[in-house]
């Protein structure tokens, strides 16, 4: 089970560098990495679902090659954290509030992103920040919806 | 009470674990400087992965840009007789003055390779490296004007840190005013200049250069166009927007100044 993980996660990692250019609108990428933390955490766990996403912020940080260190896997974790408390839910949630929690996590992880890329504009003009904000995370949040489609997250 | 607190610590493992890697995720970014963050050897890594792909979506792009250069080039080319005219005059004016022109620029053209995986556009990896005698904090510029720095080096590539890297700020002049300020991104391709005089006289398209107070970038290397004049009562200084003419997302190649020669 884990290794099929650790195959997607390779996947993952190379339409990262592949791929998130070629799909890039306006400057804006698309995130494959943290829908990957998602699906694990929610099969995992918190626990398991807080190391995977620390590790794999630490070795995308490591690649890549502007973003302030530490920042991914600090996001990373969240969602893994935050994720894995959805692990026995899905049986449980009426599917509405299950899809909006995946939601919820995902935007709120690139409110911290953008939080520390843009801090001087969510204190200088809260309104650009706040679209900066929207445009990255939108990009990400469609994506997960057609994931989601395809994969849903409850029958993974 | 060791076993009681063994059990206690395995219960919430997940929340221990999740609060040591946060705690130690913001020691990380307070404690890293973004500059020298990057270990050479998965910079090189990245590079020797994206480069073949870079070279074929090159030559996909080829073809296109070679029927938008050729148009440019007669553009160009009737802009160059017009220039070569205001060149003239310009050096009988320069003698005139007994004006010296005292320096001169060097640079090394590079393909961009890779554009970094984060979800915002705040670095690129272009082909050159300290073996064409690139060095760190070179400027990188392209015809539309400055894009950014070089951050990091490597042999044979190089990591530029991009004018909209939040990080990212450059001393910049106002044509004709002469009024300098400090510029940094705000969003698409707007940028913020800030530390500006409140009687600075500065318009609505006035041309932005480098101001050549810093040791990285030489005086006059152009930057953008204002695009709007913030002048409020309840502050000290103006806050000007300029409007930056490259499309970031989409550079494929950039020239890198490795030197500013004295004459």
Not at chain 1, 62 to 78: E, K, N, Q
Request: overall charge positive; charged content about 15%.
């Amino acid at each position: 089970m884990i290794r099929k993980y650790i195959y997607i996660l390779i996947i993952c990692f190379l339409m990262q560098i592949f791929l998130a250019d070629i799909f890039s609108i306006s400057g804006v990428r698309p995130d494959f990495l943290i829908l990957f933390i998602l699906y694990f955490a929610v099969n995992f766990g918190s626990f398991k679902g807080t190391l995977a996403g620390f590790g794999t912020g630490i070795i995308v940080n490591l690649f890549d090659s502007g973003m302030t260190f530490g920042l991914l896997p600090l996001i990373y974790s969240i969602v893994g954290y935050t994720g894995g408390f959805l692990k026995t839910k899905h049986y449980k949630m009426i599917p509405f509030y299950f899809n909006f929690s995946c939601f919820s996590i995902i935007i709120g992880s690139f409110f911290v992103y953008s939080y520390f890329n843009y801090n001087y504009l969510f204190y200088n003009d809260i309104r650009i920040f706040l679209l900066t904000w929207l445009k990255t995370t939108l990009y990400t949040i469609s994506l997960l919806a057609i994931v989601q489609f395809i994969v849903p997250l409850r029958k993974t | 009470m060791f076993t009681k607190l063994l059990v206690i610590i395995q219960k919430n493992k997940h929340h221990l674990t999740f609060l040591l890697l946060v705690i130690f995720s913001f020691i990380l970014i307070y404690t890293s400087n973004s500059d020298a963050n990057k270990l050479p050897f998965s910079n090189n890594i990245t590079t020797y992965i994206t480069s073949p792909i870079a070279r074929l979506s090159h030559l996909a792009q080829l073809e296109r840009e070679n029927d938008i250069l050729r148009d440019r080039l007669m553009v160009v080319s009737l802009e160059n007789e017009t220039l070569l005219g205001y060149g003239v005059e310009n050096t009988r004016l320069k003698k005139m003055l007994d004006f010296k022109r005292n320096s001169e620029i060097d640079l090394i053209p590079a393909k961009v390779i890779n554009m970094g995986m984060s979800s915002n556009l705040l670095s690129m990896i272009v082909d050159v490296g300290s073996n064409e005698g690139i060095s760190r904090n070179n400027p990188v510029v392209t015809p539309a004007g400055v894009i950014g720095k070089i951050s990091n080096v490597n042999s044979n590539s190089s990591i530029v840190q991009l004018i909209s890297d939040p990080d990212f700020r450059i001393g910049v002049r106002f044509l004709p005013s002469g009024a300098t300020g400090i510029l940094r991104w705000s969003y698409n391709n707007i940028c913020d200049v800030r530390e500006v005089y409140k009687n600075s006289i500065i318009n609505v398209g006035d041309r932005v250069v480098t101001s050549g107070l810093s040791d990285i970038f030489p005086s006059g290397l152009f930057v953008g166009k204002v695009s709007s004049v913030i002048d409020d009562r309840s502050q000290f200084q103006k806050i000007v927007s300029v409007q930056i003419e490259e499309n970031l997302s989409s550079i494929v190649h950039v020239f890198v100044i490795i030197a500013e020669n004295s004459k």
